[in-house]
C-alpha cells in the first residue's frame, strides 16, 4: 500500500475544511442577496398594485368589463417599468397598459390565486412577452362575485444581471480564498512536516550507525522540542555505546588477564615433575585459585547486571537486624588488615535495627562498599562502617580516608559501565548493581567524595518501628530473667 505522507494529509485536511466554510458562507450569502433583491422587487409590485387597487377599487367594482377597461386606460395607466393587464374572471387578457389586447389566457399561480379569491404572486418567463417577471394579481369583485382581475408584472432582468454579477464575484472570492487557504495551508504543513523529515532522516542514519547526525531545532514549540529532546536521546544513547564498547573492552582484558594466569601456571604444573618444586606448585595453585575466584566474581556481576536489566532479579526478603548483617560482614573482611595494612573501624546504634530485606543481597552490597574502599585507601588509613536508626529509616554509613574521586567522575560512578580515570581493574558494574538492589529494597544510595579527601558512602532502607521495639522489648525481658 502506497503511503500518504502527513503533509498531504494535512493540505487535504485543511482543504476540505476551507472549502466546506466557503461554500457554507456562500451559499448562505448567495440566499440573502437572492431574497433580498428578489424579495425587494415582488415587495416594490405587490405595494404599488396594493395601493392601486384601495384607490380605484369603488370605482371598478360598479363597472362592466369593457368600461374597467377604459377607466384603466384613463386613470391607472402611469409611466414606470410596472405593466398592468386587465383580466376577465377566467384570465384571458382583455387589455393591458399598452392600449393591446392580445390573445392570452394566463394559468400561471397568480392567477390561479386571484381566482380562488386571493392575492397571488409568481415570477418567471412571462408566456406572451418571453421575459423574467415578477406578476401580482388581485381580483376584482362585483359583490360577491368575481367578474375581472388586475395583474402587475414587472421585468425582473436587471435583477438577475445584478444578483447574477454579485452571486460571481461572490464564487470568485471564494475559490480566491480556497486557493490562499491551499498555499497558506502548504506553507504551514511544510513548516511542521520539514522537522519531521529531518527527524526521520536522522533516525536512519542512526539506524545506518552514523551516531553524529543531530536534528536542526526550528522553533520552539512541540516539535522544536521534540527535537530537543532527540537529540538528547542521540547524545545519551551515544554516551552508552560508547561506555559500552570501554566495557566490552575493559571486561575482555579483565578475563584475558586471569584466563592468562591459569594458563600459564598449569603449564608450568603440567611439566612439572612431582616432588621438583612444592614451593613453586604452592603458589601457582595459590594464583590460579585467586584468578578463577576473580573470573567467579567478574561472571557474577555480569549474571547481576543480566538479571536487573531484564528485571527478573528475585528477593528473598525477610525481617532481620541490619546491625547482624553488618557485624558478620565486617568480621569476615576485618582480616585483611594485615595484608592491607587499612584498619577497619565499625560502630553501631544501640538496640535492633529491624528491616524487611534480602540478607544475601544486602551482604553482597556491603561487601561491595567495603572491598572498594580497601582498593582506594592506602596502608595507614581507615574504613569507618556505622549503623544509625532513625525516625523513618535505617541509615549505613561506609567510609575511608582514600584517594577519593574526583568531581567530574562523581555523578557517573554509580552508571552502568563506568570507569572513573583513577578506578583499578574491576567490570564497572559494581556501584550500579550496588544502587539497584538498594533501591529494590526501597532505599537509596549516595555517594559524597572529594579527590584526596576519602569517600563516604550512604545508604538508607526503610526501618520497622514497631518490630524494632518488639525485638528490643524482648531482649530486655529475656536479660532480667537472667
Not at 145 to 151: A, D, E, K, P, T
Not at 408 to 424: G, I
Not at 438 to 444: R, V
Request: aromatic residues 6%; hydrophobic residues 40%.
Amino acid at each position: 500500500m502506497r503511503m500518504r505522507s502527513i503533509q498531504t494529509r494535512m493540505v487535504l485536511s485543511y482543504l476540505l475544511l476551507i472549502v466546506l466554510v466557503v461554500c457554507v458562507l456562500g451559499a448562505a450569502f448567495a440566499a440573502l442577496m437572492w431574497n433580498y433583491y428578489y424579495g425587494s422587487a415582488q415587495s416594490s409590485v405587490r405595494q404599488r398594485a396594493e395601493s392601486a387597487i384601495s384607490l380605484h377599487s369603488r370605482s371598478l367594482a360598479s363597472l362592466t368589463l369593457q368600461d374597467q377597461a377604459d377607466y384603466m386606460l384613463q386613470h391607472m395607466v402611469e409611466d414606470g417599468p410596472a405593466r398592468i393587464q386587465l383580466l376577465n374572471s377566467i384570465g384571458q387578457v382583455r387589455i393591458d397598459s399598452d392600449g393591446f389586447a392580445p390573445q392570452v389566457q394566463y394559468s400561471t399561480e397568480d392567477v390561479k390565486a386571484a381566482m380562488s379569491g386571493g392575492i397571488g404572486s409568481w415570477s418567471g418567463v412571462d408566456p406572451y412577452y418571453g421575459e423574467r417577471v415578477i406578476s401580482i394579481t388581485i381580483p376584482l369583485y362585483n359583490d360577491s362575485r368575481i367578474v375581472s382581475m388586475l395583474r402587475y408584472t414587472s421585468s425582473i432582468e436587471q435583477v438577475d444581471n445584478m444578483v447574477g454579477k454579485i452571486i460571481r464575484m461572490a464564487v470568485y472570492v471564494g475559490l480566491g480564498v480556497i486557493l490562499l487557504f491551499l498555499g497558506l495551508s502548504l506553507f504551514l504543513a511544510q513548516r511542521i512536516v520539514l522537522p519531521i523529515r529531518e527527524l526521520t532522516s536522522a533516525a536512519r542514519y542512526m539506524a545506518e550507525g552514523d551516531w553524529t547526525r543531530r536534528a536542526t531545532k526550528r522553533s520552539n514549540d512541540e516539535i522544536g522540542q521534540l527535537s530537543e529532546t532527540f537529540n538528547a536521546m542521540v547524545s545519551e544513547l551515544t554516551k552508552r555505546e560508547r561506555l559500552k564498547n570501554d566495557f566490552i573492552s575493559s571486561i575482555s582484558h579483565e578475563l584475558r588477564t586471569p584466563l592468562t594466569s591459569i594458563k600459564g601456571w598449569s603449564e608450568t604444573l603440567k611439566e612439572s615433575q612431582p616432588g621438583e618444586d612444592d614451593e613453586e606448585v604452592k603458589l601457582g595453585l595459590s594464583i590460579i585459585g585467586k584468578e578463577t575466584e576473580r573470573l567467579s566474581g567478574l561472571v557474577e556481576d555480569l549474571l547481576d547486571f543480566s538479571k536487573l536489566s531484564a528485571k527478573t532479579m528475585e528477593l528473598h526478603a525477610e525481617t532481620l537486624d541490619l546491625n547482624s548483617s553488618v557485624k558478620e560482614t565486617v568480621r569476615q573482611l576485618v582480616v585483611r588488615e594485615d595484608k592491607t595494612k587499612v584498619r577497619l573501624v565499625a560502630s553501631y546504634d544501640e538496640g535492633p535495627i529491624i528491616i524487611f530485606a534480602d540478607a544475601n543481597r544486602l551482604k553482597q552490597v556491603i561487601i561491595n562498599l567495603i572491598d572498594n574502599a580497601y582498593k582506594f585507601t592506602p596502608a595507614g588509613g581507615i574504613i569507618r562502617v556505622t549503623t544509625q536508626a532513625r525516625e523513618q529509616s535505617a541509615l549505613l554509613a561506609v567510609s575511608d580516608t582514600g584517594s577519593g574521586i574526583a568531581s567530574e567522575d562523581l555523578p557517573h560512578v554509580m552508571e552502568k559501565f563506568y570507569k572513573a580515570s583513577n578506578m583499578e581493574g574491576g567490570s564497572g558494574l559494581g556501584l550500579a548493581i550496588c544502587k539497584d538492589i538498594i533501591e529494590l529494597h526501597g532505599g537509596t544510595i549516595a555517594i559524597d567524595s572529594e579527590r584526596g579527601s576519602g569517600t563516604v558512602v550512604k545508604i538508607e532502607l526503610p526501618i520497622l518501628r514497631e518490630a524494632a521495639s518488639r525485638e528490643q522489648a524482648r531482649e530486655e525481658s529475656m536479660s532480667d530473667s537472667q
